[in-house]
């Protein structure tokens, strides 16, 4: 753990498999998709994958994870949300608008995660076939 900071919302820095993260939550959510990974549901699973742009005012948003759907052959995101701040709204209406692929959305407490809601884009998506 970090000496002399105090977590924002209360959360807990965790460590699973060599990896940190912000909170436990998120550290099990990571474990849920690695146990998709390895069903073979969902490949190329990447951590904090990087600054997503969205809308025309390119307001920034770092999903906790990102990664490939063995099915659809989409790259797709999931945010573990423990606690939502004053800019989560316009971030997950923009994503509906402008997100590059589906978010998956889980709360809960890390001994019980839930998928909350999955928002699947607008833009881009043929209306007729939903591709």
Not at 84 to 113: C, Q, T
Request: charged letters at 25%.
């Amino acid at each position: 753990m970090w000496k002399g900071t105090k977590p924002k919302y209360g959360n807990e820095k965790t460590q699973v498999a060599g990896h940190w993260f912000d909170s436990k939550l998120e550290a099990a959510l990571f474990h849920h998709l690695t146990l998709r990974e390895r069903s073979g549901e969902i490949s190329s699973l990447t951590h904090q994958p990087g600054t997503v742009f969205l809308g025309p005012a390119r307001v920034q948003y770092r999903p906790d994870f990102r990664f490939h759907n063995t099915h659809t052959g989409q790259t797709e995101y999931a945010e573990s949300k423990g606690f939502a701040d004053s800019k989560w709204p316009l971030k997950k209406k923009l994503w509906k608008f402008h997100g590059p692929g589906k978010l998956e959305i889980w709360m809960g407490s890390y001994k019980n995660i839930k998928l909350i809601e999955t928002i699947i884009p607008t833009s881009g998506i043929c209306k007729l076939c939903g591709k």
